[in-house]
């Protein structure tokens, strides 16, 4: 690995570490997330360090989340390590067969083409904002580099497997916890978000206010398991604290919930099975295609921006089109096609 490379990596590591708050420190008196970046930015000899200063507080200003900014941090501390790896310190310089050349460094080392897409994308928001601040030249936007990536259909977790997980599951908490990602669908990011103010019994539902990845916001329905488990659990949180599923000082943390879902994959056999905790929400769709829902109504109901990200559950799940298959197919196997093609 280069020397650029090492440094990279070390950077990389320390942001991801950050969780923005101190040791000690409660929300209420440590630096803002902006605050922290800006500082890593402060300490590192990168080319056009001001213009960079001045994205990021941009995002800031636009309400973007901590999770984007540290995304944006990585992207462009990448990007400007490598210019000026090749020579280069004025953005105003930059061209096309430099985005080219640093897409490439980024694939040599290995990465992950989805992740190169997301830092590409990343970086060409930075390029963006500095067109519009007149210090790139637009004309870099008409050789616009795109990465095609494969559209992986969403892993969802077989009915008798669904059996076996929630018959391994003994803890009261965990079992709420595992219920409400299967039977709403949400994010783990916003299971693990919700206060007890936006659980609604009487109503049966959650407010989730701000969608983890898009800030829509919406809400999500409790079946009458999810409905039993939770009011079992609550009977034995601790009613002190804010978060419905809480850790020892603020919520449950991610790694906290993908342990306890690993835990209860080995305990039912499942640890072969690729399963991650992703793929509840993934499960989720699938059965309410498979029940009739129809798209329009499941696209609200996962926070989906788009339709055609809905439609991946279809391509999956589409038991209509499965049943014209075989109903086709055992015409053909009779020999009942007649005539020229």
């Known amino acids: 690995m280069t020397q650029a490379g090492t440094i990279l990596r070390a950077i990389i590591c320390e942001i991801a570490a950050v969780n923005f708050y101190g040791a000690g420190d409660s929300p209420k008196?440590?630096?803002?997330?902006?605050?922290?970046?800006?500082?890593?930015?402060?300490?590192?000899?990168?080319?056009?360090?001001?213009?960079?200063?001045?994205?990021?507080?941009?995002?800031?200003?636009?309400?973007?989340?901590?999770?984007?900014?540290?995304?944006?941090?990585?992207?462009?501390?990448?990007?400007?390590?490598?210019?000026?790896?090749?020579?280069?310190?004025?953005?105003?310089?930059?061209?096309?067969?430099?985005?080219?050349?640093?897409?490439?460094?980024?694939?040599?080392?290995?990465?992950?083409?989805?992740?190169?897409?997301?830092?590409?994308?990343?970086?060409?928001?930075?390029?963006?904002?500095?067109?519009?601040?007149?210090?790139?030249?637009?004309?870099?936007?008409?050789?616009?580099?795109?990465?095609?990536?494969?559209?992986?259909?969403?892993?969802?977790?077989?009915?008798?497997?669904?059996?076996?997980?929630?018959?391994?599951?003994?803890?009261?908490?965990?079992?709420?916890?595992?219920?409400?990602?299967?039977?709403?669908?949400?994010?783990?990011?916003?299971?693990l978000d919700v206060k007890m103010i936006d659980l609604d019994i009487n109503e049966r539902k959650i407010n989730i206010y701000e969608g983890e990845k898009n800030c829509l916001g919406r809400v999500a329905y409790l079946s009458d398991d999810v409905l039993m488990a939770l009011k079992l659990w609550m009977g034995k949180r601790d009613k002190t604290k804010e978060y419905l599923f809480h850790g020892l000082k603020r919520g449950l943390c991610y790694t906290s919930a993908r342990n306890i879902f690993t835990r209860y994959l080995v305990e039912a056999k499942l640890q072969h099975k690729g399963y991650t905790i992703h793929s509840l929400r993934h499960t989720f769709a699938s059965e309410l295609l498979n029940a009739g829902m129809r798209l329009e109504c499941l696209q609200v109901l996962m926070g989906h921006r788009e339709m055609e990200m809905t439609r991946r559950y279809a391509r999956l799940t589409d038991k209509s089109r499965e049943e014209e298959y075989f109903r086709a197919m055992e015409i053909i196997e009779h020999g009942g096609i007649h005539g020229a093609y």
Request: charged content about 30%; aromatic content about 8%; cysteine-free.
């Open 29 to 191: 008196v440590a630096e803002s997330p902006v605050d922290r970046i800006l500082k890593k930015i402060l300490i590192l000899d990168l080319p056009a360090k001001d213009h960079f200063e001045s994205y990021i507080r941009h995002k800031w200003r636009m309400n973007h989340k901590p999770s984007t900014l540290k995304g944006s941090f990585v992207a462009v501390v990448s990007f400007l390590i490598f210019y000026a790896s090749i020579g280069k310190s004025h953005l105003q310089d930059v061209v096309s067969g430099d985005i080219e050349a640093f897409v490439e460094h980024e694939q040599d080392r290995g990465l992950k083409v989805t992740t190169v897409r997301t830092r590409l994308h990343q970086l060409w928001a930075f390029i963006r904002y500095l067109i519009d601040q007149d210090i790139i030249d637009a004309r870099i936007l008409k050789r616009k580099i795109k990465l095609s990536v494969p559209e992986f259909l969403p892993r969802a977790i077989v009915p008798e497997d669904i059996r076996k997980l929630l018959g391994a599951i003994k803890e009261t908490r965990d079992r709420a916890l595992i219920l409400v990602l299967l039977r709403t669908g949400m994010r783990i990011g916003e299971v």
